[in-house]
């Protein structure tokens, strides 16, 4: 206030500029204050510790009292180092916190998969970029409903290479491709041309990030950060870029959850859409309680892979609070990544609940496939269900506890090259084993299906190929089924050719999959010597009739 009343206009020209960069530059100091949001309970007990150590400090006449005080701060925020972040307990009472607050729902019988997805993401990822021009990239593909079908959705956007284009030019087409066909298209029919003008790699007020962050009001500045980007079609048919919001709740160790999302329209740029995006940013915020009003955000992938990855981590404290601690571990697990898989758990699948004692939706579901902590230990224990439209459950089904045997994913790359030796595995990687469930020989039975993805030496993406070698593993037998891309529908039936003698002799089951057939020869034959149908007599019942009564009287007389 003293500033103020000296210098007059300067000190009310520097206090206006500085509530101005407050609010334009709101996006760029966003992440401190998210910061200071996640770590607020730590930052007030090392400032309360601080204050009083150093008021007590300066109270202290003594050299060796003095030198006593610092010594004690110095092993507190050492100690409070040490465990809070290299043995990462922080983290730890985070992920308790999920745990505690998640709605958990155990099933008893797992559900079928459907429209089995062919292509592994890093392919379809691959093959877009190559068919796009030098000046511009595409989106990370996502999974998601469209008109009733699933499919990979990617903007073809503004290269990062180039800054220019960056500035000036917009989103301009969008790739949606089927997901369930072996031969994804990227030609006209599947590049929808639709506009754009807030994008991911476009700069300043026009990236997506910071048009989303400017949304916010002051409460979700400090508690709301922009998670993934989805592109798909509203109610009305029209395309709209899809923000996921990650929320962050709690005091003591604040935790990550779903926080709806902010829904981008397309359109062009122009000097309205200026002003609204550097004053008050893009978006229609919608949060998770007003989902359901939007049939085109239900059934629908809309959670981040940051929230259900927490989530689906935090069923190793089933066992307890000190299960996962290193010197127990009785049922603590993980989430098993391949260092040979780009593309990490969760994997986006089809489930179909119907046929199970539950009131689960069909429809897209992050998985994941938890094995135990042990590098040497990869048995399935839990396979994991996410609604993948943040709906507030999680499904979990415990193969441990049912002593099922079954592999888990880590489990599958060797069991895949060990089946085929000739093989160069040095180019050639499988990846990506999302689960397919299906009704077979009567029992549901999981296996994992796998892509070979090729990659060039010195390269760190697969290359994309229309006729992938496909592979299905037997979670509890583990045999490795190599099956034909171009024909799902004969999947099951070569599975069973390939395992039905196994089957047969330890489960003691039937015979399935016989068909019928039938001799069109002998039947014509048949037919043929046919020549005529006999005339029956009406009379002659009662001919014979009165014939035996004539013989008795005979036999009688005699």
Known sequence: MRLFWKNGKPAILTYILLVLALFFFRDDYQPVLLFLRKYIFIILLSGIVLFFGLRKFRKTASTGGRLGILGILLVFFGLLYAVGWHFKMYDYMKTYNVFNHLNKVEINELPLTQNERIQPLRNIF?????????????????LVRVDGENKWTMAIQPSEKYTLQQISDNTEEVFSVSSTTPFPRFSSENRIPVVFSIGESLKFSRNTYNAVVQRFNPWMLFNYE?????????????WVEVVSLIKWKGFLFPYPTFGGVMVIDNGEHDINDYFERVLIGKGTYISPDEMNNHPY??????????????????????GGFSD??????????KIPDLPD?????????????????????????????????????????????????GTDKLYYYDHAAKKQGYAGVSAMPLKVIESRKEFDWTVNKPVEFRPYIKDIAGRKRMFFL??????????DNFDGSATPDLALIDAEYRDVIW??????????????????????????????????????????????????????????????RLQRQIDSLKSIEN
Request: charged residues 25%; aromatic residues 10%.
């Open 483 to 544: 099956i034909d891309v171009k024909h799902p529908s004969q999947w099951d039936k070569t599975v069973y050719d390939q395992l039905n003698e196994a089957w047969r002799s330890s489960e003691g089951i039937g015979y399935y999959f016989v068909e019928q057939t039938k001799d069109i020869d002998i039947v014509e034959q048949a037919i043929d010597s046919v020549l005529a149908i006999p005339r029956v007599d009406k009379n002659a019942e009662e001919i014979e």
């Open 297 to 318: 955000l239900t059934r629908q992938n809309t959670l981040s892979e940051k929230v259900s990855r927490i989530q689906a981590e935090s069923l190793k404290f089933l």
């Open 226 to 238: 922009p998670g993934d980007v989805f592109y798909m079609k509203n109610d009305s048919g029209k």
């Open 341 to 389: 898989d780009q593309n990490e758990q969760p994997f986006v699948t089809d489930f179909d609940f119907s046929d199970t004692d539950t009131n689960a939706y069909s429809g897209l579901y992050h998985w994941f496939g938890l094995e135990p902590v042990g590098d040497e230990r990869t048995s399935l224990t839990f396979s994991v269900f996410i609604p993948a439209d």
């Open 324 to 333: 996962p601690l290193p010197w127990n571990m009785e049922t603590a697990v």
């Open 450 to 459: 796998g892509t070979i993805s090729a990659i060039r030496e010195g390269s």
């Open 126 to 142: 691959s093959m877009a970029n190559e068919s796009v021009g030098e000046t511009k990239d595409v989106s990370l593909p996502h």
